[in-house]
């Protein structure tokens, strides 16, 4: 995707000296656009628990590129098993991150230890350029889903939550992708915007991706979904996931469940957008297996944003002495879903949809 003409991703290689590796550093946005380069192991799991790099796909992508600088230090079997350890318990909830580390794993086992690093580029480069190509999928695949909106004259109204755009992937993003495609395609549309608290990646990422795309959206607090679907003014929502069972339950950012229900209530169309790498075969029941990451309390109570003279400030916004609580995600049970659109198509959020999409998991 284009940033003021310019075509970026979130994670590319360093073309000069071709292994270390480049992030675009999300804590700064949208204030500043801040390149970060990484060499070490230690960088890249920094940038994955701070969330200088994060959304599902993306933090596959780079814990993937991450292990390619751990074994440029050490190439041993023994390290390689402790940094992919290390990797894997940066964050606990998105399933693409032990995808992808398990992935670069079962690659790297069988590999002589003198191939092994640049054996370990080339996986991390396949993950990276298949995210992509699976994005623009899904861009092909929920395009027909805005279409069914579009008439002359009709704006078609959008609600998404968090970020699941090209800065949460490593191109087109997972939910946004049905909406660039729908937008690159002529198609009169606007996305409501949540702004998603505590850390506000829509109101900072969202809006500014699809602000950089030209998109038309408006930032709106989390509390008034309900409200605008109530009204008619919502078409369908669209959003990502971090994990996807195979059962069709999906966990995303915290305050996706209750969007789910009120469009429910409001029969307003909710999918989730989310390549296989995003589902675990492994899990059936949502609420109860997939682990909730609990984040800083300083997250809620304390806000950052920019003052009327440009300098950057994080202030206090709830009262001295309070506790807080911060579950960064929850889980919407399947049958709250209109279905999902994955890279090989549409499905009923059921084990029987998915499996159609996805036989070899039989
Ligand atoms: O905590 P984050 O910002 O890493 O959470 C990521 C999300 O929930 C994304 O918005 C998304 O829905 C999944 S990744 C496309």
New binding site residues.
């Given amino acids: 995707m284009k940033i003021d003409g310019v075509a970026y991703r979130s994670v590319w290689l360093n073309p000069d000296d071709g292994w270390s590796v480049h992030i675009i550093d999300q804590t700064k946005l949208p204030w500043s656009l801040q390149v970060l380069r990484m060499t070490t192991r230690d960088e890249a799991a920094y940038a994955i628990k701070a ?1 200088q790099a ?4 993306l ?1 596959g992508a780079v814990a993937a590129y991450g292990l390619c600088l751990a074994l440029r230090a050490d190439v041993s079997t023994e390290a390689m098993e402790r940094d992919v350890a290390l990797l894997n318990a940066t964050r606990p909830t ?1 399933v693409n991150l032990k995808w992808a580390l398990d992935r670069m794993l079962t690659r790297l086992r069988n590999t002589p230890k003198p191939e092994r690093v640049a054996v370990a580029y080339t996986e991390a480069m396949l993950i990276a350029e298949e995210d992509v190509k699976q994005n623009e999928a899904i861009g092909r695949h929920g395009l027909p889903l805005i279409e069914a909106f579009a008439k002359p004259g009709r704006t078609v109204n959008v609600l998404t939550h ?3 755009g090209w800065l ?2 490593v191109d087109w ?3 946004l992708a049905p909406i660039y495609t729908a937008y690159n395609a002529g198609i009169d549309l606007h996305v409501w915007v949540d702004e998603t608290r505590p ?1 506000n ?1 829509g109101a900072a990422l969202t809006a500014w991706e699809l602000g950089k795309h030209g998109v038309p959206h408006t930032v709106v607090v989390d509390n008034a979904g309900g409200h605008l679907m109530q009204h008619g003014r919502v078409d369908l929502a669209i ?4 994990r996807v069972t195979r059962s069709g339950d999906a966990a ?2 915290i305050g996706t469940y209750l969007k789910a229900l009120a469009a429910q209530d409001n029969n307003v169309p909710f999918w989730i957008a989310a390549p296989s790498s995003t589902i675990d075969w492994n899990v059936a029941d949502g609420v109860a297996e997939i682990p909730i990451e609990e984040r800083s309390e300083t997250e809620v109570t304390e806000m950052t944003g920019r003052l009327a003279d440009g300098s950057i400030a994080t202030m206090r916004i709830a009262a001295e002495g309070s506790a807080a609580a911060n579950p ?2 929850d889980v919407t049970p399947a049958r709250l879903l209109t279905g999902l659109i994955t890279e090989r198509g549409r499905c009923p959020a059921t084990e029987t949809g998915l499996l159609k999409l996805f036989p070899e998991r039989e």
Avoid at 54 to 57: C, L, Q, S, Y
Avoid at 239 to 242: H, L, M, Q, T
């Fill in positions: 969330m994060r959304g599902a796909p933090i998105a968090c970020n699941a949460a992937t993003g997972t939910a850390r990646q959003v990502g996931a971090d995303n950012k960064a995600f």
